[in-house]
Nanobody
């Protein structure tokens, strides 16, 4: 599986931004897709994950209620819609695919994309 994250950029606090994760390679539908982020000099943080089998999503506490993960029907792309962005949301955002798990743990993901930078100015 190859994952390509895109859509990052520079936005002002309070704005919205949508980043995407395009998957290619093996059958996409069996996987869970997770989003993680890493800010400079900070540990990687779980953002959210979409269970592709049932459509359920879960989110990290810091983004719950502001971020939504979804997949459009028939597309091998998962989106992370971000609203009410804050400067502390500034990070490189990574998408990852898991064969067997729908998890908050990055170690449970088998494939990773290269990341897309989101910068939120105050």
């Amino acid at each position: 599986v190859q994952l390509q994250a895109s859509g990052g950029g520079l936005v002002q606090a309070g704005a919205s931004l949508r980043v995407s994760c395009a998957a290619s390679g093996r059958t996409f539908v069996r996987y869970a897709i997770g989003w993680f982020r890493q800010a400079p000099e900070k540990e990687r943080e779980f953002v959210g994950a979409l269970n592709l089998s049932n459509g359920f999503a879960m989110y990290g506490d810091s983004v719950k209620g502001r971020f939504t993960i979804f997949r459009e029907n028939g597309r091998n792309t998962v989106f992370l819609q971000m609203h009410s962005l804050k400067p502390e949301d500034t990070a490189v955002y990574y998408c990852a695919a898991s064969i067997n798990s729908w998890s908050r743990q990055g170690t449970m993901y088998d494939y990773w994309g290269q990341g897309t930078l989101v910068t939120v100015s105050s």
